[in-house]
């Protein structure tokens, strides 16, 4: 569904909404009353006003009875009333009648068409209303009406070729090697059968958001020549009742039609997740229907039908278990982030259709971007070019590359500088953080230090640059990367013997930091060698999961221990800057007047700090 069919179904379901409530509403205030001209009273009060001698007439029916009497409050006193009781069942009813003397009669009952009317059609009204209104909306929507919602929208982009090729992916290699299994698959599944090698039925792609899964997924499709039905799970999500379920089976359909081909469900984890999980969500029924679906679907067809499911997901530790079970999605294909040289075949990619200056080398570009996924790299390209765009040249040079990297690191700076006090506050603290971290041998290079504020929020900035990819990092790195973290807040204490909101951020990145080395990495000889956060891997988006469930005293004992991690963070940033204190007031003083300063000025003022005057 696009945006504009899920806008319309959102209409729709208003507009539904609303016809129901109206209908109600007349029911209740215009119809309702109006049909209660019979006044109702108990059958005992017929019994009365029949031995009392004042009913007229009677109208007995198989369920009530429903007779006349004077109105009393008549004014002219030959008005009628009419009321009805429940009847109860007695069979000397007619007898007694006909010794009151009254006229009587029988009569089946709903005989009128009034009645009729509003016993039948008042119930059936809102859902004809609403599956009007359905058709009438979706209908519009282009997508071949509502008739059409369970179709599933593979049907559109039947047999995609992609077009994308191994030669469009960078830094992938190891995942591409595991990939060609399946292209050579593919294209000769004969060989496979001859030998009775069966193919996993599923293939799931795992890894950070942005480093290229949905890219590889299409590109091995366009490797290999066959068609690519794609879904996305977060596409299911906004659905109605029933039609991902049945989405899900159409795409098999389709797709077993045309195979050999590739079915890729991008962010399966919008459907796939845990049906027990913590993460509960709304729409439950919805997606587990769906889930079955899928999961009935991988079950009821033979790999050797020259289909192969592709998944992928940035969130694996949220998937049911059931999807990665043998015949499922049992093959996992990890997708990191690119190292160096992976960085390096990216932006040669990125850059093959852009105007470079010779003086830019990428080389180094691929050196000071540890940590940055392909996306972010094909962003960085962008915005090196649109920088050189604004700057009214014709090639993208260095100067351009370094400002696309704060961009994407820092955000927009925003054209409001700092003055005053916040601005010497702002220029201390960073420089805590700058100084800090120049002085700790373990910490990663200082590249880049700011008192311009950005568009995410920070009133300054230090940028630090790994030197290489880390893969692991020990206690004694971490200790100091806290430090680091610590330094603004060390600055403002020492300095101005006072602490500003300015650090919360650092003191919220600080404390995450200090739990994971205690609750995960072991690192606390107080807790010893025990993981006490939730299930492996945090996740990539950074959330902790669930943690188990503690006892108070291992609760206290952490935090404790967190305590302990940052106070001696601290105590080090303090020492470190009361020692230098000379060099953070040149550092300070030198931001104040240029707001931004590199690496290398912070290194020499450290290096050749000024002796102390006074
Ligand atoms: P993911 O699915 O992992 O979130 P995508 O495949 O959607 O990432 O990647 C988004 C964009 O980032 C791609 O269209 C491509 O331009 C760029 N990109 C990501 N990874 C790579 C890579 N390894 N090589 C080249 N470009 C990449
Ligand atoms: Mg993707
Ligand atoms: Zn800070």
Do not use: C
């Not at 370094?402 to 500088?417: N, S, Y």
């Not at 916040?422 to 960073?430: L, P, Q, T």
């Not at 007031?585 to 006074?614: C, F, M, S, W, Y």
Request: net charge negative; aromatic share 6%; charged share 25%.
């Amino acid at each position: 569904m696009d945006s504009r069919q899920r806008l319309q179904a959102k209409f729709s379901l208003i507009y539904a909404i609303g016809a129901v409530l109206a209908v109600l509403l007349l029911q209740e205030y215009v119809i309702g009353p109006r049909m209660a001209t019979e006044e109702e009273v108990p059958y005992s009060q017929f019994r009365e006003d029949l031995a009392a001698g004042v009913i007229a007439e009677v109208t007995v029916e198989p369920e009530r009875i429903l007779y006349t009497v004077p109105d009393s409050e008549g004014a002219t006193g030959d008005e009628e009333k009419t009321r009805k009781a429940v009847r109860i069942e007695d069979e000397d009813l007619v007898e007694e009648l006909v010794e009151a003397g009254v006229e009587f009669q029988a009569r089946t009952p709903s005989t009128s068409l009034l009645t009729s009317l509003f016993g039948w059609i008042v119930p059936v009204l809102p859902f004809v209303l609403i599956w009007w209104i359905l058709m009438k909306r979706m209908g519009k929507g282009g997508a071949g009406g509502i008739l059409s919602v369970g179709k599933s929208k593979a049907t559109e982009i039947t047999g995609e070729m992609t077009g994308v090729t191994f030669a469009d992916v960078g830094g992938a290699d190891q995942v591409e090697t595991e990939l060609k299994e399946i292209i050579e698959f593919l294209n000769h599944p004969e060989r496979f059968v001859q030998v009775g090698a069966k193919l996993p039925k599923g293939v799931l792609l795992v890894g950070p958001p942005g480093t290229g899964e949905t890219l590889l997924a299409k590109a091995t499709a366009g490797e290999a020549g066959v068609p690519f039905f794609s879904i996305s799970g977060s596409e299911f999500v906004e659905m109605f009742v029933g039609v991902g379920a049945s989405r899900v089976r159409d795409l098999f359909n389709q797709a077993k039609a045309k195979a050999p081909d590739i079915i890729f469900i991008d962010e399966i984890d919008a459907i796939g997740q845990s049906r027990s999980g913590a993460v509960a969500m709304r729409s439950n029924d919805e997606r587990e229907q769906t889930l079955n679906q899928l999961l009935y679907e991988m079950d009821g067809f033979d790999s050797n039908e020259g289909v192969v499911i592709m998944a992928a997901t940035n969130r694996p530790e949220v998937l049911d278990k059931a999807l990665l079970r043998a015949g499922r999605f049992d093959r996992q294909i990890e997708v990191p982030l690119p190292t160096e040289k992976g960085r390096l075949q990216i932006l040669e990619i990125h850059t093959r259709t852009v105007a470079m200056a010779p003086d830019v080398d990428l080389d180094r570009m691929a050196q000071i971007t540890a940590g940055f996924s392909g996306a972010d790299l094909a962003q960085l390209v962008n915005e090196a070019a649109l920088l050189a765009v604004r700057r009214g040249e014709q090639t993208v040079t260095t100067v351009d590359f370094d400002l696309g990297i704060e961009r994407i690191v820092a955000g927009l700076q925003r054209d409001m500088p700092l003055d005053g006090e916040v601005r010497k506050m702002v220029a201390y603290h960073e420089g805590g953080h700058a100084m800090v971290s120049q002085l700790l041998p373990l910490t990663d290079r200082v590249h880049k230090v700011s008192i311009i504020p950005t568009s995410k929020g920070a009133l300054g900035y230090t940028m630090e640059m790994p030197e290489e990819d880390r893969h692991l990092m020990s206690k004694p790195a971490l200790e100091q990367r806290l430090a680091v973290m610590l330094g603004g807040r060390a600055a403002e204490l020492a300095i101005f013997q006072q602490t500003s909101t300015g650090a919360s951020n650092d003191l919220e990145r600080a404390t995450d930091l200090a739990r994971r080395m205690v609750t995960e990495f072991g690192m606390s000889e107080a807790l010893g060698p025990v993981r006490y956060a939730g299930p492996a891997g945090s996740g990539y988006l950074g959330h902790q999961a669930a943690s188990r469930n503690l006892s108070p005293d291992i609760e206290n004992l952490i935090d404790t221990e967190i305590r302990r991690l940052l106070d001696g963070a601290e105590s080090t940033a303090l020492e470190l800057i009361r020692t230098h204190e000379a060099a953070l007031h040149e550092i300070a003083r030198v931001l104040q007047e240029k707001e931004v300063i590199d690496g290398e000025t912070v290194a020499r003022i450290v290096t050749d700090e000024p002796v102390e005057e006074n």
